[in-house]
Protein backbone atom coordinates (compact mmCIF):
# COMPACT_ATOMS: atom_id res chain seq x y z
CA UNK A 1 0.00 0.00 0.00
CA UNK A 2 1.47 3.71 -0.53
CA UNK A 3 2.61 5.87 1.80
CA UNK A 4 -0.40 8.53 1.24
CA UNK A 5 -2.12 6.83 3.70
CA UNK A 6 0.01 6.79 6.62
CA UNK A 7 0.61 10.48 5.62
CA UNK A 8 -3.16 11.28 5.74
CA UNK A 9 -3.03 9.59 9.65
CA UNK A 10 -0.44 12.00 10.53
CA UNK A 11 -1.71 15.04 8.40
CA UNK A 12 -4.88 14.68 9.57
CA UNK A 13 -3.72 15.46 13.32
CA UNK A 14 -1.77 17.88 12.51
CA UNK A 15 -4.60 19.90 10.74
CA UNK A 16 -6.36 18.97 13.77
CA UNK A 17 -3.84 20.73 16.57
CA UNK A 18 -2.38 23.97 17.20
CA UNK A 19 0.71 24.17 14.98
CA UNK A 20 3.75 22.55 16.35
CA UNK A 21 1.57 21.48 19.38
CA UNK A 22 1.73 17.64 18.86
CA UNK A 23 3.56 15.21 20.75
CA UNK A 24 3.84 11.37 19.61
CA UNK A 25 4.13 8.53 22.51
CA UNK A 26 4.49 5.30 21.41
CA UNK A 27 6.71 5.73 18.07
CA UNK A 28 8.37 2.72 18.07
CA UNK A 29 5.70 0.50 19.24
CA UNK A 30 5.14 -2.06 16.74
CA UNK A 31 3.22 -5.63 16.04
CA UNK A 32 4.31 -8.41 18.93
CA UNK A 33 2.85 -11.20 17.29
CA UNK A 34 4.64 -13.55 14.75
CA UNK A 35 2.12 -16.18 13.77
CA UNK A 36 0.74 -15.96 10.00
CA UNK A 37 4.25 -14.47 8.81
CA UNK A 38 3.83 -11.66 11.14
CA UNK A 39 7.55 -11.30 12.10
CA UNK A 40 8.55 -10.62 8.56
CA UNK A 41 5.63 -7.26 8.12
CA UNK A 42 6.62 -4.00 8.36
CA UNK A 43 4.16 -2.66 11.13
CA UNK A 44 5.33 0.83 12.00
CA UNK A 45 3.63 2.30 14.97
CA UNK A 46 1.51 -0.76 14.75
CA UNK A 47 -1.23 1.04 12.29
CA UNK A 48 -1.72 4.23 14.98
CA UNK A 49 -0.39 7.24 15.71
CA UNK A 50 -1.24 8.44 19.54
CA UNK A 51 -0.05 11.54 21.40
CA UNK A 52 -0.84 14.67 22.75
CA UNK A 53 -1.30 18.46 22.03
CA UNK A 54 -3.68 21.66 22.14
CA UNK A 55 -6.66 23.18 20.13
CA UNK A 56 -6.73 26.77 20.78
CA UNK A 57 -4.71 26.60 23.88
CA UNK A 58 -6.61 23.27 25.30
CA UNK A 59 -5.13 19.81 25.61
CA UNK A 60 -6.80 16.90 23.97
CA UNK A 61 -5.14 13.47 23.55
CA UNK A 62 -5.47 12.11 19.97
CA UNK A 63 -5.30 8.46 18.12
CA UNK A 64 -4.98 8.25 14.42
CA UNK A 65 -5.26 4.50 12.37
CA UNK A 66 -2.76 4.70 9.77
CA UNK A 67 -4.67 2.49 7.24
CA UNK A 68 -1.00 1.70 4.95
CA UNK A 69 0.29 -0.38 7.99
CA UNK A 70 -2.10 -3.70 7.54
CA UNK A 71 -5.14 -1.81 7.13
CA UNK A 72 -4.73 0.29 10.00
CA UNK A 73 -6.58 -3.31 11.99
CA UNK A 74 -6.32 -3.22 15.33
CA UNK A 75 -4.49 -5.94 16.84
CA UNK A 76 -2.72 -6.53 20.37
CA UNK A 77 -0.17 -3.16 20.51
CA UNK A 78 -2.45 -1.22 18.44
CA UNK A 79 -5.34 -1.09 21.22
CA UNK A 80 -2.44 -1.16 24.13
CA UNK A 81 -1.49 2.67 22.06
CA UNK A 82 -5.24 3.43 22.22
CA UNK A 83 -5.69 2.69 26.20
CA UNK A 84 -2.85 4.52 27.16
CA UNK A 85 -4.19 7.57 25.40
CA UNK A 86 -7.36 7.34 27.33
CA UNK A 87 -5.18 6.21 30.10
CA UNK A 88 -3.58 9.76 30.26
CA UNK A 89 -6.76 11.65 29.23
CA UNK A 90 -8.66 10.49 32.10
CA UNK A 91 -5.51 11.44 34.70
CA UNK A 92 -5.54 14.49 32.91
CA UNK A 93 -9.13 15.66 32.84
CA UNK A 94 -8.73 15.93 28.98
CA UNK A 95 -10.86 14.74 25.53
CA UNK A 96 -10.09 12.21 23.48
CA UNK A 97 -10.39 12.42 19.96
CA UNK A 98 -10.39 9.16 17.74
CA UNK A 99 -9.57 9.51 13.73
CA UNK A 100 -10.68 6.18 12.22
CA UNK A 101 -9.39 4.38 9.05
CA UNK A 102 -9.30 0.67 9.50
CA UNK A 103 -10.35 -2.49 8.21
CA UNK A 104 -11.51 -4.22 11.94
CA UNK A 105 -9.87 -6.84 13.90
CA UNK A 106 -7.06 -7.89 12.79
CA UNK A 107 -7.27 -11.25 11.97
CA UNK A 108 -3.79 -12.86 11.90
CA UNK A 109 -4.12 -11.96 15.92
CA UNK A 110 -7.51 -13.71 16.68
CA UNK A 111 -7.83 -13.61 20.50
CA UNK A 112 -5.08 -11.08 20.87
CA UNK A 113 -7.30 -8.94 18.88
CA UNK A 114 -10.80 -9.55 20.24
CA UNK A 115 -9.17 -8.58 24.04
CA UNK A 116 -7.51 -5.76 22.74
CA UNK A 117 -11.28 -4.49 21.23
CA UNK A 118 -12.65 -5.45 24.99
CA UNK A 119 -9.41 -3.25 26.22
CA UNK A 120 -10.25 -0.44 24.63
CA UNK A 121 -14.17 -0.81 25.51
CA UNK A 122 -13.56 -0.57 28.66
CA UNK A 123 -11.82 2.42 28.61
CA UNK A 124 -13.68 4.33 26.71
CA UNK A 125 -16.87 3.62 28.92
CA UNK A 126 -14.57 4.34 32.00
CA UNK A 127 -14.39 7.33 30.45
CA UNK A 128 -17.96 8.07 29.77
CA UNK A 129 -19.38 10.94 31.92
CA UNK A 130 -15.98 11.98 32.78
CA UNK A 131 -14.28 13.48 29.95
CA UNK A 132 -15.79 13.76 26.28
CA UNK A 133 -14.87 11.54 23.46
CA UNK A 134 -14.99 12.31 19.58
CA UNK A 135 -14.71 9.73 17.07
CA UNK A 136 -14.00 11.14 13.26
CA UNK A 137 -14.70 7.98 10.73
CA UNK A 138 -12.84 9.15 7.39
CA UNK A 139 -12.42 5.65 5.94
CA UNK A 140 -13.69 2.09 7.03
CA UNK A 141 -15.65 1.67 10.62
CA UNK A 142 -16.94 -1.29 10.63
CA UNK A 143 -17.93 -4.73 13.09
CA UNK A 144 -16.47 -4.21 16.62
CA UNK A 145 -15.13 -0.50 15.65
CA UNK A 146 -18.77 0.71 14.80
CA UNK A 147 -18.93 -0.34 18.82
CA UNK A 148 -16.35 2.12 19.25
CA UNK A 149 -17.52 4.72 17.67
CA UNK A 150 -21.09 4.42 19.22
CA UNK A 151 -19.52 4.57 22.64
CA UNK A 152 -18.21 7.97 21.42
CA UNK A 153 -20.01 11.13 22.83
CA UNK A 154 -20.09 12.46 19.43
CA UNK A 155 -18.73 11.38 15.94
CA UNK A 156 -18.08 12.75 12.60
CA UNK A 157 -18.18 11.12 9.56
CA UNK A 158 -16.30 11.98 6.33
CA UNK A 159 -19.59 12.12 3.45
CA UNK A 160 -18.42 10.10 0.56
CA UNK A 161 -15.84 7.61 1.24
CA UNK A 162 -16.23 6.69 5.13
CA UNK A 163 -18.32 3.85 5.73
CA UNK A 164 -19.92 2.99 9.06
CA UNK A 165 -21.36 -0.73 9.56
CA UNK A 166 -21.74 -3.44 12.20
CA UNK A 167 -22.24 -5.81 8.84
CA UNK A 168 -21.43 -4.80 5.54
CA UNK A 169 -24.75 -3.89 3.48
CA UNK A 170 -23.72 -6.39 1.06
CA UNK A 171 -24.27 -9.14 3.53
CA UNK A 172 -27.66 -7.86 4.47
CA UNK A 173 -30.10 -10.41 2.67
CA UNK A 174 -32.43 -9.39 -0.42
CA UNK A 175 -29.99 -6.01 0.13
CA UNK A 176 -26.99 -4.54 -1.82
CA UNK A 177 -24.93 -1.61 -1.26
CA UNK A 178 -26.25 0.02 -4.92
CA UNK A 179 -29.54 -0.25 -3.72
CA UNK A 180 -29.27 0.41 0.00
CA UNK A 181 -25.96 1.30 1.62
CA UNK A 182 -26.47 1.11 5.02
CA UNK A 183 -23.44 1.92 5.54
CA UNK A 184 -22.69 5.38 4.55
CA UNK A 185 -22.46 8.66 6.28
CA UNK A 186 -26.15 9.66 5.10
CA UNK A 187 -28.00 6.15 5.93
CA UNK A 188 -26.13 6.71 9.24
CA UNK A 189 -26.78 10.53 9.64
CA UNK A 190 -30.32 10.63 9.01
CA UNK A 191 -31.89 7.00 9.29
CA UNK A 192 -29.52 5.52 11.80
CA UNK A 193 -29.18 8.42 14.16
CA UNK A 194 -25.35 7.38 14.75
CA UNK A 195 -23.58 10.19 13.60
CA UNK A 196 -23.81 13.70 15.03
CA UNK A 197 -22.44 15.26 12.08
CA UNK A 198 -21.29 15.21 8.33
CA UNK A 199 -18.98 16.71 5.32
CA UNK A 200 -16.00 16.67 3.82
CA UNK A 201 -12.78 15.94 5.63
CA UNK A 202 -11.65 19.87 6.30
CA UNK A 203 -15.31 20.40 7.75
CA UNK A 204 -14.74 17.39 9.71
CA UNK A 205 -11.63 18.88 11.29
CA UNK A 206 -12.84 22.24 11.85
CA UNK A 207 -16.43 20.71 13.40
CA UNK A 208 -14.02 19.55 16.31
CA UNK A 209 -11.90 22.30 17.00
CA UNK A 210 -15.38 24.18 16.83
CA UNK A 211 -16.94 21.53 19.46
CA UNK A 212 -13.88 21.15 21.47
CA UNK A 213 -13.82 24.99 22.02
CA UNK A 214 -17.32 25.01 23.59
CA UNK A 215 -17.23 21.89 25.58
CA UNK A 216 -15.82 21.33 29.21
CA UNK A 217 -12.77 19.27 29.41
CA UNK A 218 -14.26 16.62 32.12
CA UNK A 219 -16.69 16.99 34.18
CA UNK A 220 -15.16 19.05 36.84
CA UNK A 221 -14.91 21.82 34.45
CA UNK A 222 -16.27 24.82 33.10
CA UNK A 223 -16.22 26.67 29.92
CA UNK A 224 -17.18 30.50 30.41
CA UNK A 225 -15.39 32.91 27.39
CA UNK A 226 -15.72 36.06 27.99
CA UNK A 227 -18.99 37.78 25.92
CA UNK A 228 -18.97 40.63 23.69
CA UNK A 229 -22.94 40.36 22.89
CA UNK A 230 -25.48 42.89 24.21
CA UNK A 231 -26.67 41.23 27.57
CA UNK A 232 -29.78 43.19 27.82
CA UNK A 233 -30.15 43.42 23.70
CA UNK A 234 -34.19 42.42 22.22
CA UNK A 235 -33.71 39.01 20.69
CA UNK A 236 -34.30 40.43 17.32
CA UNK A 237 -36.53 37.66 15.41
CA UNK A 238 -36.93 35.52 17.83
CA UNK A 239 -40.53 35.45 16.93
CA UNK A 240 -40.16 34.99 13.43
CA UNK A 241 -37.80 31.93 14.23
CA UNK A 242 -40.76 30.09 16.31
CA UNK A 243 -40.98 27.72 13.66
CA UNK A 244 -37.60 26.95 12.46
CA UNK A 245 -36.32 27.51 15.93
CA UNK A 246 -32.92 27.45 15.80
CA UNK A 247 -33.58 31.02 14.02
CA UNK A 248 -34.65 31.67 17.01
CA UNK A 249 -31.98 30.20 18.79
CA UNK A 250 -29.63 32.55 16.91
CA UNK A 251 -31.49 35.26 17.66
CA UNK A 252 -30.86 34.61 21.60
CA UNK A 253 -27.36 33.62 21.72
CA UNK A 254 -24.35 35.40 21.82
CA UNK A 255 -23.39 36.76 18.32
CA UNK A 256 -25.81 34.09 16.93
CA UNK A 257 -23.71 30.99 17.88
CA UNK A 258 -25.62 27.95 16.95
CA UNK A 259 -23.92 24.02 16.96
CA UNK A 260 -26.97 21.19 16.17
CA UNK A 261 -26.15 18.25 17.05
CA UNK A 262 -27.56 15.42 14.89
CA UNK A 263 -29.07 17.89 12.70
CA UNK A 264 -30.39 15.37 9.86
CA UNK A 265 -31.52 12.78 12.55
CA UNK A 266 -35.24 13.47 13.67
CA UNK A 267 -35.16 17.14 12.60
CA UNK A 268 -38.19 17.85 14.27
CA UNK A 269 -36.63 18.26 17.52
CA UNK A 270 -33.75 20.21 17.49
CA UNK A 271 -30.49 19.42 19.99
CA UNK A 272 -27.65 22.16 20.40
CA UNK A 273 -25.57 24.46 21.67
CA UNK A 274 -25.68 28.08 21.78
CA UNK A 275 -23.96 30.50 23.74
CA UNK A 276 -25.00 32.67 26.73
CA UNK A 277 -23.31 35.19 28.19
CA UNK A 278 -20.44 33.52 27.32
CA UNK A 279 -21.29 29.86 28.73
CA UNK A 280 -22.12 27.02 26.74
CA UNK A 281 -25.99 26.03 26.91
CA UNK A 282 -27.48 22.83 25.41
CA UNK A 283 -30.99 23.08 23.86
CA UNK A 284 -33.92 21.07 23.24
CA UNK A 285 -36.59 22.56 20.76
CA UNK A 286 -39.39 21.52 18.71
CA UNK A 287 -39.53 22.61 15.66
CA UNK A 288 -42.45 22.57 12.92
CA UNK A 289 -40.13 23.69 10.10
CA UNK A 290 -36.83 24.14 8.61
CA UNK A 291 -35.55 26.96 6.08
CA UNK A 292 -32.96 27.08 3.74
CA UNK A 293 -30.08 30.45 3.71
CA UNK A 294 -32.93 31.98 1.43
CA UNK A 295 -35.46 31.30 3.66
CA UNK A 296 -37.40 28.95 1.54
CA UNK A 297 -38.88 25.84 4.01
CA UNK A 298 -37.47 22.86 2.75
CA UNK A 299 -39.41 20.22 5.45
CA UNK A 300 -42.58 20.31 7.57
CA UNK A 301 -43.68 18.87 10.71
CA UNK A 302 -46.51 18.40 12.89
CA UNK A 303 -46.29 20.04 16.50
CA UNK A 304 -45.98 16.31 17.56
CA UNK A 305 -43.30 14.25 20.13
CA UNK A 306 -41.94 11.31 18.02
CA UNK A 307 -40.21 8.09 18.85
CA UNK A 308 -36.57 9.57 17.37
CA UNK A 309 -36.90 12.85 18.63
CA UNK A 310 -37.50 11.63 22.05
CA UNK A 311 -34.51 9.52 21.87
CA UNK A 312 -32.22 12.39 20.11
CA UNK A 313 -33.04 14.59 23.22
CA UNK A 314 -32.76 12.26 26.11
CA UNK A 315 -29.08 11.12 24.94
CA UNK A 316 -28.25 14.69 24.40
CA UNK A 317 -29.79 15.81 27.66
CA UNK A 318 -28.05 12.94 29.57
CA UNK A 319 -24.42 14.45 28.12
CA UNK A 320 -25.48 18.34 29.27
CA UNK A 321 -26.09 16.69 33.00
CA UNK A 322 -23.00 14.82 33.16
CA UNK A 323 -21.03 18.12 32.05
CA UNK A 324 -22.51 20.07 34.16
CA UNK A 325 -23.81 21.78 31.15
CA UNK A 326 -27.43 24.14 31.85
CA UNK A 327 -30.44 23.31 29.34
CA UNK A 328 -32.70 24.81 27.50
CA UNK A 329 -35.96 24.27 26.06
CA UNK A 330 -37.94 25.81 23.64
CA UNK A 331 -41.42 23.94 23.70
CA UNK A 332 -44.35 23.83 21.37
CA UNK A 333 -46.37 20.38 21.49
CA UNK A 334 -49.55 19.39 21.34
CA UNK A 335 -49.02 15.46 21.49
CA UNK A 336 -47.53 12.22 19.98
CA UNK A 337 -47.14 11.29 16.50
CA UNK A 338 -49.70 8.92 15.65
CA UNK A 339 -48.59 6.30 13.63
CA UNK A 340 -47.52 2.37 13.72
CA UNK A 341 -43.62 2.98 13.75
CA UNK A 342 -43.95 5.14 16.42
CA UNK A 343 -45.80 2.08 18.71
CA UNK A 344 -43.24 0.44 18.82
CA UNK A 345 -40.73 2.75 20.83
CA UNK A 346 -42.89 5.84 21.51
CA UNK A 347 -43.51 5.20 25.06
CA UNK A 348 -39.88 3.58 25.91
CA UNK A 349 -38.50 6.98 24.06
CA UNK A 350 -41.00 9.24 25.88
CA UNK A 351 -40.44 8.15 29.01
CA UNK A 352 -36.59 7.78 28.58
CA UNK A 353 -36.61 11.69 27.51
CA UNK A 354 -38.59 12.62 31.00
CA UNK A 355 -36.32 10.52 32.93
CA UNK A 356 -33.62 12.71 31.65
CA UNK A 357 -35.63 16.19 32.41
CA UNK A 358 -36.11 14.67 35.45
CA UNK A 359 -33.34 13.29 36.80
CA UNK A 360 -30.87 16.27 35.09
CA UNK A 361 -29.81 18.00 37.90
CA UNK A 362 -28.51 21.10 36.25
CA UNK A 363 -29.85 24.32 35.65
CA UNK A 364 -33.09 23.70 33.48
CA UNK A 365 -35.52 26.73 31.75
CA UNK A 366 -38.10 26.33 29.68
CA UNK A 367 -40.28 28.46 27.29
CA UNK A 368 -43.38 27.78 26.03
CA UNK A 369 -43.37 29.16 22.66
CA UNK A 370 -46.68 27.77 21.02
CA UNK A 371 -48.68 24.71 22.28
CA UNK A 372 -48.05 22.88 24.98
CA UNK A 373 -50.84 20.32 25.82
CA UNK A 374 -50.68 17.02 27.27
CA UNK A 375 -48.24 14.64 28.73
CA UNK A 376 -46.27 15.70 25.63
CA UNK A 377 -45.60 19.21 27.49
CA UNK A 378 -45.28 17.43 30.59
CA UNK A 379 -41.85 15.28 28.99
CA UNK A 380 -40.60 18.59 27.41
CA UNK A 381 -39.07 19.86 30.80
CA UNK A 382 -42.37 20.97 32.54
CA UNK A 383 -42.36 22.51 35.85
CA UNK A 384 -43.67 19.56 37.36
CA UNK A 385 -40.69 17.63 36.56
CA UNK A 386 -38.05 19.84 37.84
CA UNK A 387 -37.77 22.52 35.64
CA UNK A 388 -36.32 25.39 37.62
CA UNK A 389 -37.97 28.36 35.69
CA UNK A 390 -40.58 28.32 32.61
CA UNK A 391 -41.29 30.94 30.85
CA UNK A 392 -44.32 31.96 28.19
CA UNK A 393 -44.89 33.91 25.17
CA UNK A 394 -48.24 35.71 25.50
CA UNK A 395 -49.61 33.12 22.42
CA UNK A 396 -48.83 30.23 24.08
CA UNK A 397 -51.62 27.74 24.97
CA UNK A 398 -51.25 25.59 28.08
CA UNK A 399 -53.60 22.88 28.34
CA UNK A 400 -54.81 18.83 28.49
CA UNK A 401 -55.70 19.68 24.91
CA UNK A 402 -56.73 21.78 22.96
CA UNK A 403 -59.98 23.47 23.73
CA UNK A 404 -62.37 22.31 20.71
CA UNK A 405 -60.74 18.64 21.51
CA UNK A 406 -61.79 18.64 24.69
CA UNK A 407 -65.05 20.45 24.31
CA UNK A 408 -65.82 17.84 21.55
CA UNK A 409 -65.47 14.86 23.95
CA UNK A 410 -67.05 16.78 27.13
CA UNK A 411 -70.25 17.70 25.52
CA UNK A 412 -70.85 15.37 22.53
CA UNK A 413 -74.76 15.05 23.46
CA UNK A 414 -75.06 18.41 23.68
CA UNK A 415 -73.14 19.19 20.15
CA UNK A 416 -75.17 16.82 18.72
CA UNK A 417 -78.59 18.49 19.82
CA UNK A 418 -77.16 21.87 18.83
CA UNK A 419 -74.15 22.19 16.80
CA UNK A 420 -74.17 26.10 18.50
CA UNK A 421 -72.69 24.47 21.56
CA UNK A 422 -69.14 23.78 20.29
CA UNK A 423 -68.30 27.38 20.00
CA UNK A 424 -69.68 28.72 22.92
CA UNK A 425 -68.18 25.97 25.05
CA UNK A 426 -65.10 25.98 22.83
CA UNK A 427 -64.91 29.61 23.74
CA UNK A 428 -65.63 28.73 27.57
CA UNK A 429 -63.35 26.12 28.02
CA UNK A 430 -60.01 28.03 26.38
CA UNK A 431 -61.04 31.11 28.98
CA UNK A 432 -60.88 29.18 31.79
CA UNK A 433 -58.40 26.44 31.02
CA UNK A 434 -56.42 27.08 27.66
CA UNK A 435 -55.02 30.34 28.20
CA UNK A 436 -51.35 30.78 29.37
CA UNK A 437 -52.70 33.37 32.19
CA UNK A 438 -54.56 30.14 33.80
CA UNK A 439 -51.10 28.24 33.87
CA UNK A 440 -49.36 31.32 35.48
CA UNK A 441 -52.09 31.74 38.24
CA UNK A 442 -51.28 28.41 39.22
CA UNK A 443 -47.42 28.69 39.31
CA UNK A 444 -46.72 26.40 36.33
CA UNK A 445 -45.68 29.18 34.27
CA UNK A 446 -43.15 31.40 36.26
CA UNK A 447 -43.60 34.37 33.77
CA UNK A 448 -45.19 35.22 30.78
CA UNK A 449 -42.79 37.53 28.62
CA UNK A 450 -42.64 39.16 25.42
CA UNK A 451 -40.52 37.40 22.10
CA UNK A 452 -38.03 40.50 22.08
CA UNK A 453 -37.13 40.13 25.95
CA UNK A 454 -36.35 36.17 25.58
CA UNK A 455 -32.16 36.79 25.67
CA UNK A 456 -32.61 38.74 28.93
CA UNK A 457 -34.96 36.95 30.97
CA UNK A 458 -33.09 33.24 30.01
CA UNK A 459 -29.58 34.92 30.97
CA UNK A 460 -30.93 36.25 33.80
CA UNK A 461 -32.53 32.83 35.32
CA UNK A 462 -28.88 30.69 34.76
CA UNK A 463 -27.18 33.66 36.46
CA UNK A 464 -29.39 33.04 39.22
CA UNK A 465 -28.97 29.14 39.13
CA UNK A 466 -25.69 29.00 38.60
CA UNK A 467 -24.79 27.96 42.18
CA UNK A 468 -27.79 25.44 41.72
CA UNK A 469 -26.95 22.69 43.95
CA UNK A 470 -29.16 19.35 43.98
Known amino acids: MSTSAKTSARARIESLLDENSFVEIGASVTARSTDFNMKSMDT ?6 TGYGLINGRLVYVFSQDSSVLGGSVGEMHAKKIVNIYDMALKMGAPVIGLVDSTGLRLQESVD ?18 IPTITAIFGNCGGGLSVMANLSDFTFMESE ?4 FVNSPNTIDENRKDVCDTSSAQFQSEKAGNVDFTGTETEIISGIINLVSILPSNFEDEVVADCTDDLNRAATGFESG ?12 DDSFVVEVKSAYAPEMLTA ?6 ATVGVV ?16 FEPKLTAKGCDKAAEFVFFCDNFSIPVLTLTNTNGFKTCKCQEKNGAKNT ?29 MNSKSIGADMVYALPNAKVGMMDAESAVKIMYADEIAEDAGVLAEKTAEYQALQGDVAKAASRGYVDSIIQPADVRKYVIAAFEMLYTKRQ
Open 44 to 49: PSDGVI
Open 113 to 130: GLEAFGQIYMKQTEASGV
Open 161 to 164: KAAL
Open 242 to 253: LEDTKLALASVS
Open 273 to 278: FIKLNG
Open 285 to 300: ANRTKIYDEEMSVVAE
Open 351 to 379: AKLTFAFANATVPKVNVLIGEAYGSAYVT
